[in-house]
């Protein structure tokens, strides 16, 4: 296993890779489980020293780290800094930990202490506004996706291998749905956010007959003026595009413009339910270079 | 005889979630014996108000990475309730076969992943992977296989994509089908070995009086709906479920607790069997009886056992529904949804435990009140009792500190918790 | 009747789908060693790379201003132009920056190290037409590196070309290319004019644009217009600006060459990526005369 | 070429014969949300299969020559060492059973560029002189302007063209095998009725055009209108998704990219078909883009089609076949953005 890994005659470092988890459902992290026809392939690749939900040894010096989750309560800013400071390389995993994740839908709600009533009643659990991890710290690269596709975090961990820069495409989903042959869901009748989505995924839902929802955040030319407009023409309501926009947090700013049309529509909540527009806000420079 | 002990867990390791666990014994006398959830919330049920019917199935899925289908389908099914839908044989067919797929593959990853090294005396499976590489390599091929069947119906093994309310978005290729039966019933003599493998195990000697809540199938082995029942004799209907879970919160714990008849009860494989052992499969029956696991079981570590017989049973019946879907020709996937005002609740046994959504929608079909009731919430009272019983077992045998933490443990993992699921 | 079509093997394959290896065919890449490597600056090395197959070596030839494709398995693909003389044999000089995936892990390679070349390809400087007359040779930042191979041909054939003028800028003294073979250049009769933008502690040589080098040489003469060729390497803006004072000096556009530089995956006009408007840059160029580049839209 | 006719219903025999090989046609996916009926194309098993009538598949044919994706070469690792294989893709023969007469020319103005002019594509070659095809004719749709590009008829490119008389099959024979074939079937020499016939439905289908892009002096004109402000009008609607490349017959720009294998043992080098309306088409090295508006980008498409390529092979990249306008979810159409262009609004 502690062989020295060597790529064309050029000496590897196998890096030293822990794996955490703020709020989330560990989902990014259980793919990685997933990859079982690689799985042994990619342990000899790195040296897992820190990987909570699969074992019992810890390690406190990593020099990747793979952070799931978004942060929701300060004790998890706490420890997001320390992880930040152990690590080399922080990566944010997954949607949540990028954008916020559905996590941030929670931030709809004006009056927080309404949401942790309606959920907990008069138990006080603490909580806060989501934010994704580039809110506190400095986030080196961002591995897109609701869930992430393992096929891309081991392509992404042997370009850090050996040392290239990782590179997301930035073109949306469409390029891959077409890629596919499938015919568009717009032709069958269905919202997809693919045409302003960022690509990677390989068009997982389209190709499943399923509109995207934009897990993956914006991509580099979102059009989301036009896509509006599109949406309109085919006939969805601003309630469909803005359930879509705003379900991963990638699209937060553009959702927000389109909230406040949307209240009037949504009157008929309960009356605690302030919308508002929000998504995950910056918090303003608390970010950091450890 | 050194008769004090202190055990600190902190996050505890291979089990989904953050959970910390703490014993204090002095002189022989339990001072304090706890389990903890110190996960975070993130409010799905708040989450959902004001959106429509779609987004529930969508946004409740991602409650747990682990059980995703079982999130997925218990939350169309209480959509499905709510508006008074009832699934085609064939939809209902794909979903239990889907559901058996997560069951098997949730399985085999706690029973050889997580469990297995504490037998075994290893922290994690990876150096399994050199000491016991035939092991590693059996518990990847039949997760393998039933994460492949999951992409096949349900489009992706986390988060399906083509289960939505009314059925599928799109079916899965008939030959497909046909080869992940091929692949299960090759995957007989792994089971077997699996079997083989547990009889080894030195299973803990502990047990405690508890009363075990599930599903009640009528004819076959519950996992989707149903009525609901309690070994201290206990039923009820599906969506009477608020009766059979009173949750309530304390403190010290982000997540919701559950009680019945007694101060807590237990839920998942042990219960699932406790209550339906005779309508397991014949060689599942007999393969529990070989390990030893006959209702009414109060072992909790026996959980571990149970999920085993139950990946027998979940084998076994997925090939009986290929062969009735392979039999006829494909219906529509989906039905058209007509959405309506009013309530409903979807109870499906998920790995680790019975789980219920339930819905109210206004009559755009929004979301007006949305509540999930998930396994391991159900099962931490329990746990907690657990643990102070087993302090109390060992208070005195002079155990190390060491021993005792990892009997403790062993205790927590063998309910296979979903403490993220559970604080949702 | 049996009307199981016949599979037609228009590549000339004789059995299976492998083809076999040939230097012509689409893929193939020519073995080549790494025989040394010489740091020039922080970021820019020069390799020496020799084609491992004797034979192969000894058929390959080129002339200046053609580029070759490097590749390295898994890590990529990239052009490079050809830094050497056309009349050396053997192996091949390139100068490499040190920029992206490839040129990184280039540079981390050492001596003896195995990589892929195919080519060369493109257009070159049309160095017979400009025998008998003046030459400007006119480079800014790595775009010494193309100019090379043209320059050392040149001194070459020293006699059979009238005036020849180096110009040469760089951003500061540290990133100036090849500075060892300055004094060996200028023994061949030649004017060597160097400059930088910014200058450091130990520079004593000139400071300022590469334009004003080029004022300079203008005013010497009346006319640029009879016996005068340029070819002018560097980025766009600089090229440019060049291209148009020499214009304006009464150089033909015809009699100026430039070199550009696209995105290239394929190197044979296939991709498209290097296409300006219709040109292909990695067919029709990298070499343009400064008429044509005119005429291409976006070219500049 | 050498004509024949025979009845419809021998063209179920012709497939029967064709079918030791491998047969692919258009097919019919269902219909869109108007209930207008969807067709591809796809590996046909059953003759019924067949949509013979269809209207215009939703992908073009492109994929059986050019694959979206393709995997150029591996590479095996052995420390320092390494050794490339190189695999074409290609190893039996295709029948196109129905194919369209601007997809056969599209599939001409291919093998101009990939086939024709230096370095040959031997990926595509290979795959492209193993077709069998069978094209068959058409009735304009609402977004056809073949017949303003000069490809609503097909004249080389294909083994026999069919065109359908009523009740009988006109057929247009190019090649030897198609010939041995068709004597396997019933066939007769036209009469001179048939050939009445035919000239009818040639002249019918000229009728049905609706859609038109005036080619006259196009590649000057796009030159005059380099800086037209229509293309920022176009820009501002492209999502750059690429979709218009990706359904387009002729689109045949491509990316490279290599990948190292988890085990460090191999690699890969794969092309996939790019779009030169996406963001990162001719991004370079240190991050600079020659082009960076989708204005720019969209422009660009059309110059590659409508000027670059007719400069260099005095033919349009265009086929006139509409599909990238029908799949563009912007609504952008070759005879919208071309008109506004030429200043017709
Ligand atoms: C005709 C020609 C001659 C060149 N000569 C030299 C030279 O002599 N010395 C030198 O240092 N550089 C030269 N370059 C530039 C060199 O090709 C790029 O620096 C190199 O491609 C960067 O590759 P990379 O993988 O390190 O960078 P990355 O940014 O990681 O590039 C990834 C891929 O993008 C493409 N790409 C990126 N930038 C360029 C670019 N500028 N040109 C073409 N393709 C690009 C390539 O396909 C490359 O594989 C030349 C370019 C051209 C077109
Ligand atoms: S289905 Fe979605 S991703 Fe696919 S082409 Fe249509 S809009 Fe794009
Ligand atoms: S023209 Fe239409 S199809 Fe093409 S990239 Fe732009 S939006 Fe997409
Ligand atoms: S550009 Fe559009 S109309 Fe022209 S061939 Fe391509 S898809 Fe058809």
């Known amino acids: 296993m502690s062989e020295q890994l060597s790529y064309l005659g050029v000496p590897l470092a196998r890096p030293k890779v822990g794996f955490f988890e703020l709020s989330s459902c560990e989902g990014c992290q259980l793919q990685l489980l997933n990859n079982e026809a690689t799985l042994l392939d990619f342990l000899n690749l790195v040296e897992i020293v820190n990987f909570r939900e699969g074992m019992s040894e810890r390690a406190d010096t990593y020099d990747i780290a793979f952070v799931e989750g978004s942060v929701t309560r300060k004790d998890e800013i706490t420890r997001l800094t320390e992880i930040r400071r152990n690590a080399k390389i922080l990566v944010a995993l997954g949607s949540c930990a990028c954008f916020g994740g559905v996590n941030q839908l929670k931030n709809r709600f004006r009056d927080l202490e309404w949401v942790k009533k309606e959920v907990y009643g008069d138990f006080p659990i603490e909580t806060m506004e989501v934010h994704p991890l580039a809110d506190f710290v400095q986030v080196d690269l961002s591995i897109f996706g609701c869930p992430i596709k393992k096929e891309e975090v081991e392509r992404i961990v042997t370009d850090l291998v050996v040392g290239k820069t990782v590179r997301h495409p930035e073109y949306p989903v469409c390029m891959e749905c077409k890629a596919n042959e499938n015919i568009c869901l717009f032709e069958l009748g269905e919202p997809c956010l693919g045409p302003v989505t960022r690509a990677g995924c390989d068009a997982w839902c389209p190709s499943n007959r399923r509109g995207c929802w934009g897990c993956r955040g914006p991509a580099e030319t979102a059009n989301l003026t036009e896509l509006e407009k599109i949406m309109h023409t085919y006939g969805f309501d601003s309630e469909t595009i803005l359930d879509r926009l705003e379900c991963f947090g990638g699209f937060a700013s553009f959702a927000d413009t389109l909230r406040p049309k949307n209240i009037a529509e949504l009157s008929s909540l309960p009356a605690q339910t302030k919308l508002i527009p929000s998504g995950c806000k910056k918090v303003p420079a608390r970010r950091k270079k450890p | 005889m050194k008769l004090s002990c202190e055990v600190n867990v902190h996050h505890l390791t291979r089990v989904e979630g953050h959970g910390n666990i703490q014993i204090s014994i002095k002189n022989g006398v339990v001072k304090k014996a706890q389990w903890e959830v110190v996960e975070t919330p993130r409010f799905f049920e708040a989450m959902l108000v004001g959106k429509h019917w779609e987004n529930a199935p969508y946004i409740c899925g991602r409650i747990c990475g682990i059980c995703s289908i079982g999130h997925t389908l218990a939350s169309i099914r209480a959509v499905e309730n709510a508006f008074g839908i009832t699934p085609t044989t064939q939809t209902a067919n794909l979903r239990l076969l889907l559901k058996h797929m997560e069951t098997l593959q949730s399985h085999i990853l706690h029973l050889y992943f997580l469990a297995a090294p504490d037998f075994l005396g290893a922290g994690s499976v990876l150096p399994l992977a050199t000491t016991h590489p035939e092991v590693v390599q059996r518990a990847l091929r039949l997760k393998l296989l039933a994460n492949d069947a999951c992409d096949i119906i349900g489009g992706r093994r986390l988060h399906p994509t083509r289960t939505v309310v009314g059925g599928f978005t799109m079916l899965p290729e008939k030959g497909e089908l046909e080869k992940i039966r091929q692949r299960l019933l090759a995957s007989v003599p792994d089971l077997l070995a699996s079997a083989e493998l547990f009889k080894t195990f030195a299973i803990p000697d502990f047990s405690r009086e508890t009363e075990f809540v599930s599903l009640k199938g009528d004819t076959s082995y519950p996992f989707i709906g149903g009525g609901l029942v309690s070994t201290d004799g206990v039923v009820k209907k599906e969506d009477q479920y608020r009766a059979m879970t009173n949750e309530y919160c304390t403190q010290g714990f982000t997540s919701k607790l559950s009680k019945l008849s007694r101060r807590s009860f237990a839920v998942g494989a042990l219960a699932r069997l406790n209550n339906n052992f005779p309508l397991l499969h014949p060689t599942a029956r007999e393969i529990s009886e070989f390990l030893g696991l006959v209702p009414v079981n109060h072992n909790p570590y026996m959980g571990n056992v149970a999920q085993l017989v139950e990946c027998v049973q979940v084998v076994l019946d997925s090939m009986r529904l290929i062969d009735t879907l392979l039999g006829s020709p494909w219906q529509e996937p989906r039905q058209q949804v007509q959405a309506k005002k009013g309530e409903g609740v979807g109870a499906v046994e998920v790995p680790r435990g019975i789980l219920y959504h339930y819905y109210k929608f206004d009559t755009d079909g929004k979301v007006i009140k949305a509540d999930c009731v998930i396994p391991t919430s159900q099962n931490h009272a329990n746990i907690l009792h657990d643990i102070e019983a087993l302090a109390g077992q060992y208070a005195k045998t002079g155990k190390q500190d060491r021993e005792i933490e990892l009997l403790a443990e062993m205790l927590v993992r063998a309910y296979d918790p979903c403490i993220s699921c559970s604080v949702h | ?300 | 070429m050498i004509f024949k006719v025979f009845k419809n219903q021998e063209l179920a025999r012709l497939h029967e014969l064709l079918a030791v090989n491998i047969v692919v046609g258009p097919v019919a996916k269902g219909n869109d949300r108007n209930g207008k009926p969807l067709y591809d194309f796809d590996v046909v098993y059953d003759f019924n299969e067949l949509a013979l009538d269809y209207t215009q598949t939703v992908h073009s044919p492109k994929r059986f020559v050019l694959p979206y994706q393709e995997t150029l070469s591996t590479f095996a690792v052995n420390r320092k060492d390494w050794e490339k294989h190189v695999d074409f893709n290609v190893y039996r023969p295709l029948v196109f059973f129905g194919m369209h007469a601007c997809d056969i020319n599209a599939l001409n103005k291919l093998d101009l560029v990939l086939a024709q002019s230096t370095y040959p594509n031997p990926y595509y070659m290979g795959k492209r002189k193993n077709l069998f095809i069978i094209g068959i004719d058409c009735k304009p749709e609402p977004q056809c302007f073949c017949r303003s590009m000069g490809t609503d008829s097909a004249i080389h490119g294909f083994d026999v063209f069919l065109t359908d008389l009523g009740g009988k099959y006109f057929a247009e024979i190019l090649s030897a095998t198609a010939f041995d074939l068709l004597g396997q079937i019933s066939c007769q020499d036209p009469s001179a009725k048939d050939l009445a016939l035919y000239k009818q439905a040639t002249n019918g289908k000229n009728k049905h055009y609706t859609a038109q892009v005036e080619t006259s002096d196009l590649t000057k004109i796009l030159d005059l209108e380099f800086e037209s402000p229509a293309w920022d009008y176009w820009g501002e609607k492209c999502l750059s998704c690429g979709t218009c490349a990706n359904v387009c017959p002729t689109c045949y720009c491509y990316g490279v990219e290599e990948h190292v294998d988890l085990d460090l043992q191999h690699a890969s080098k794969t092309k996939s078909l790019h779009s030169c309306n996406l963001i990162d088409f001719a991004k370079v090295a240190g991050g600079h883009n020659f082009r960076p508006t989708s204005a720019s980008r969209l422009k660009y498409r059309y110059y590659h089609k409508h000027r670059g390529f007719v400069e260099a092979f005095e033919e349009s990249l265009c086929v006139g076949c509409g599909r990238c306008g029908t799949a563009c979810l912007a609504d952008i159409t070759p005879p919208e953005v071309i008109a506004s262009v030429r200043g017709k609004e």
């Not at chain 3, 025989?35 to 020069?46: D, F, R």
């Not at chain 3, 990589?115 to 049309?126: A, E, R």
């Not at chain 3, 200028?186 to 930088?196: K, Q």
């Not at chain 3, 150089?251 to 290239?264: D, G, H, I, T």
């Open chain 3, 1 to 300: 009747m049996h009307n199981k079509l016949h599979f037609i093997d228009v590549l000339g394959r004789t059995t299976g789908a492998h083809r076999k290896q040939d230097p012509d065919s689409f893929e193939y890449t020519l073995p080549a060693e790494i025989t040394s490597i010489y740091p020039l600056t922080a970021s820019e090395k020069l390799y020496q790379i020799q084609i491992i197959d004797p034979e192969l070596r000894n058929r390959f030839s080129f002339k200046p201003g053609q580029f070759v494709m490097l590749e390295l398995p898994g890590i990529g693909e990239a052009p490079f132009s050809i830094s050497s003389s056309p009349v050396r044999r053997g192996d091949l000089e390139l100068c490499i920056r040190a920029v992206g995936n490839f040129t990184n892990f280039l540079a981390k390679m050492e001596r003896g190290a195995k990589v892929g070349i195919t080519g060369p390809f493109g257009t070159h400087f049309p160095l017979e037409k400009m025998q008998g007359n003046d030459i400007l040779l006119i480079g800014g930042g790595l775009g010494i590196v193309p100019l090379r191979s043209p320059l050392l041909a040149v001194l070459e054939n020293r006699s059979r070309y009238g005036r020849v003028d180096i110009m040469y800028g760089a951003k500061s003294p540290m990133e100036l290319l090849f500075t060892y073979q300055y004094e060996e250049w200028r023994r061949f009769d030649i004017t060597l004019g160097i400059t930088v933008d910014k200058a450091d502690k130990g520079w004593k040589g000139r400071t300022g644009l590469i334009t004003e080098l080029l004022q300079e040489r203008i005013k010497q003469t009346t006319s640029l217009r009879e016996n005068t060729y340029a070819i002018v390497c560097g980025p766009p803006v600089m090229f440019h600006f060049v291209c148009k004072m020499l214009t304006e000096a009464g150089l033909p556009m015809q009699k100026m060459f430039v070199s550009l530089e696209r995105r290239m995956h394929c190197g044979r006009g296939k991709c498209c990526r290097c296409n300006i408007g219709s040109t292909y840059t990695c067919l029709d160029g990298p070499v343009f005369d400064y008429w044509s580049v005119m005429n291409l839209k976006e070219a500049i």
